[in-house]
Every structure is written in C-alpha cells, then in structure tokens.
C-alpha cells in the first residue's frame, strides 16, 4: 500500500512541474583565424627551472627501451617571448603537464595553457591538449580551445625545435587559431 502511495504521489510531482525554456534565434559570429609566432623558453635544471618531475613510475630498465623513463610527469610554467633571445620580452606563459607516454619512443603527451600576458591578446589564452613527439625537430599539435579572445579555439601549432642543451630548450610556436 505505501509503495503505491509513493508512485501516486511521485507521478504528481512529474506532472506538476514543468521545464521552462526560451528558444532564441541564433545569430552566429564571424569566424577569425589568428596566426601567432613566439618562442617557448623551458629551463631544465638551474636554481630556478621552470619544468620539474613530479613523478615516475617505478619500472624496471628492462622494459623501457626509451632513453627517457616511461610515465614521467612533467609540471610547467614556461615563459613564451617574442624571441629566441634570452632577454626577449616576455609575452606570457605556458602553464601544464607533460607526460611522457611512450614505452619504446620519447612521445610525450601535453596538456598546456599559453597565457598571454601583454600586448593585444593580454587576458586570453589557448589550450594544447596533444601527443608531442619531442626528438622530432619539427612537429605539430592540436589547439582544443581558449579563452578572453580565443574562445571555442580550435587549430594547431607547428613546433620547430631552435636551441635544446642539458639545461635549455627554446621551441619556436606558429601557431593557427580558429575562433569566435
């Protein structure tokens, strides 16, 4: 008897409320494509770098033919610059992870924020959520979204490798935005 009191009851609720909703005309905006160029300046091993292991899997040398150790979590803030110049100005930064996922290779798979901090696209930023085969000296990813002027990004970025020693990597962006 209480569980039929409940079903009547329930079935009450259902039909009293109602969803609500105002359908509006969509009006979509220009598409813009925005070609940005800078470099990504990563410091390895200093007093003060700007990549660092957080984590490694414990794997035996045996299984990992790669000259770097499968599953190592890599965190980032990496300033971007105008140049490949240590004193460059610095127009933003590169905020993420970076895992290297390859067992046999050293592909890595990144997850990063480039914030700009000055000049016309001070506020906004894009996202890179991609494989990175990072031995290759020329390669590309895939942007999968933004913010401030970039919203709903989506395009790529061709990475060129400018100046890697044990302690400095300089990577040259062009990247292709599609946006709103």
Same mark, same amino acid.
Request: charged share 15%; glycine share 6%.
């Given at each position: 008897?209480?569980?039929?009191?409940?079903?009547?009851?329930?079935?009450?609720?259902?039909?009293?409320?109602?969803?609500?909703?105002?359908?509006?005309?969509?009006?979509?905006?220009?598409? #813009?494509?925005?070609?940005?160029?800078?470099?990504? /300046?990563?410091?390895?091993?200093? #007093?003060?770098?700007?990549?660092?292991?957080?984590?490694?899997?414990?794997?035996?040398?045996? /299984?990992?033919?790669?000259?770097?150790?499968?599953?190592?979590?890599?965190?980032? !803030?990496?300033?971007?610059?105008?140049?490949?110049?240590? !004193?460059?100005?610095?127009?933003?930064?590169?905020?993420?992870?970076?895992?290297?996922?390859?067992?046999?290779?050293?592909?890595?798979?990144?997850?990063?924020?480039?914030? +700009?901090?000055?000049?016309?696209? #001070?506020?906004?930023?894009?996202?890179?959520?991609?494989?990175?085969?990072?031995?290759?000296?020329?390669?590309?990813?895939?942007?999968?979204?933004?913010?401030?002027? +970039?919203?709903?990004?989506?395009?790529?970025?061709?990475? #060129?490798?400018?100046?890697?020693? !044990?302690?400095?990597?300089?990577?040259?962006?062009?990247?292709?935005?599609? /946006?709103?």
């Amino acid at each position: 008897m209480l569980i039929w009191i409940l079903i009547i009851y329930l079935s009450q609720v259902a039909v009293q409320s109602q969803y609500y909703s105002k359908s509006l005309p969509y009006h979509p905006k220009p598409v #813009k494509v925005t070609n940005l160029h800078f470099f990504f /300046h990563e410091t390895l091993s200093s #007093k003060n770098p700007t990549t660092v292991e957080i984590a490694q899997v414990n794997i035996p040398s045996n /299984h990992n033919n790669s000259s770097v150790p499968f599953a190592t979590l890599y965190a980032l !803030d990496d300033p971007l610059k105008i140049g490949s110049e240590h !004193d460059s100005e610095v127009i933003g930064n590169a905020q993420g992870l970076t895992v290297l996922a390859g067992t046999n290779t050293t592909d890595a798979v990144m997850y990063v924020d480039f914030g +700009f901090t000055s000049g016309k696209f #001070k506020g906004s930023s894009i996202s890179i959520f991609s494989r990175n085969p990072i031995r290759e000296i020329e390669r590309e990813v895939a942007v999968i979204g933004g913010r401030g002027q +970039f919203k709903m990004a989506t395009g790529f970025a061709l990475l #060129k490798a400018y100046f890697i020693n !044990d302690t400095n990597v300089i990577i040259e962006y062009n990247v292709t935005v599609i /946006h709103y």
